[in-house]
């Protein structure tokens, strides 16, 4: 009797969730059948590298096809396909028709999908961007001809910029967390410019098919002509005002702690009216105590290593020697001018005196000047690490909401800080649990889709998450955490790596059921129901 197994885990909880979402159908509706195999879909290829993304939950993804030698494919994707159907060319294929039909309106549209089985309200959208490095070799950017993005040198996020970058634009809801837009963009993009292009060619799209009340972004939109587009589409805005604009410098320098008033958890705030760009809105400046303890700390460190560089530097200079003293003099001022971090006082050039003439010198015999050297006492710019430190803690928000009673600057906070659910989703691409940030593909046209089935993979994650949270609460049911303490709020990363360790056994062939389930498991199970139980129960086959 042969006895065999396959590793299923959480793999049945995705492949629901794509399932539920209609990721495959939206795709073959729009791409038609392959021509070159006939057991996959251009969509089911899509789900499978879904699958191959969010299948590892402790190790580095590398997209290859071994990954589902030992995992039940045709039950996943609900067709005949076996692992060897799923090879680098049936992917590779794939990515160049994703491409080809355009992935940030198809992403769209299966992202709207999401909204509406989830029952996601949107009330505030938020827009950022990250980049990418990539390895290996790439035709150049002239070469690259009519590929969307270019491959080229830009800043990089993560500290590689010795290498190529490709540049990934996102946006989110803020209940949720699910990305909404994305969209590849060359390793040189700058975010300014490109937030005006997303404001002004998608903002009116979204506002009608959302009704969401807020965009919100960090200071890259914080430019003239975004909000000027934003306030004549009368849509509201939230954003960082960056520090560059004088006015704003000149607010945090003015501000006095006096006129703020206590908001709450750390913060205090005050607001005066502005018309930056000729748009009629509010300027909201927060203090944070926390963010005040951490600038000062690390401006503490920087006055320390900066005063210790500093009177080195000037230590060597009491050690030169100048030919004549407006020679000393004007290296002395130049010095001065540099300095951060410490004053230098009692400064005097000395004339260097050495006795030319040989034998013994007579009474009372003049030596001769042969040089000038700077001398002078060392003592660190208090008063300025004073005068830095009332300036730290502080950051400015700006909104065209006017109604301050419905709006106050607490609820503007509080819509702003949710912008760190761009930057989750950033942290969760560039996990080395999920994927390793550098790719190897063979042309910019499958980096830019394999872009896309990235934010689909988190997409995917997050809507996860999300249902469970929401399922939970809706039942009244708690799943244990890392400490087993009961929760209603468990990350899918955990129950990911809870539910690992489920193999489908079969017997002679015959899928029979799916091993190691317990009450933890049937716990998520009972909450999502029947699309995502036929993966794991037997009797549902």
Known sequence: MQITSQNLDHLGLVAGMCDELEIARIIDGITG???????????????????NGLGFVSRTLYLYSEYFEDKPVGRLLGNTATPS????????RTLDKLFSIGVTDLFTKIALKALKKLGIKVKALHLDSTSFHVDGEYESSIEQGESRIQLVP????????????????????????LPLYMQAADGNANDKTAFCEIVSQHLKSFKEALDNRYFIGDSALYVEKTIQLLDKEKHLFITRVPMQIKEAKDAIINVQQKDMIDIGEGYKA??????YGGVQQRWIIIFSKAAYERECHTLKKNFIKGSEREAKEFFKIQRLEFKCLCDAQKYLDKFLERQKYIDIIDTKIVPVEKRMK????????VKDVVGYKIEGFVIAKIEKKQELEK?????LLATNDLDVVNCPPQEVLALYKAQQSVERGFRFLKSPDFLVSSFFLKKPERIEALLMVMTLCLLVYAAIEYK?????????????????????????RWVFFCFLGLHIVSIEGQQKQVTNLKERHKIILMCLGPPYQKFYYSEMW
């Open 391 to 395: 300036q730290k803690g502080y950051f």
């Open 270 to 275: 005050c607001e005066y009216s502005s018309d």
């Open 85 to 92: 159907h799923l090879d680098d060319n049936v992917l590779g």
């Open 468 to 492: 469970i949270r929401e399922k939970l609460q809706e039942t009244g049911e708690k799943f244990p955490d890392q400490k087993k303490r009961p929760s209603q709020k468990p990350t899918a």
């Open 33 to 51: 059948d392959q021509a070159h195999n006939k057991h996959l879909t251009y969509g089911q290829a899509v789900v499978a590298m879904i699958l």
């Open 358 to 365: 040989a034998g013994r010198p007579k009474k009372n015999e």
């Open 154 to 177: 830009g800043y990089s996020r993560d500290h590689r910029p010795d290498l190529n970058q490709a540049v990934l634009q996102l946006m989110t809801t803020s209940q949720g967390n």
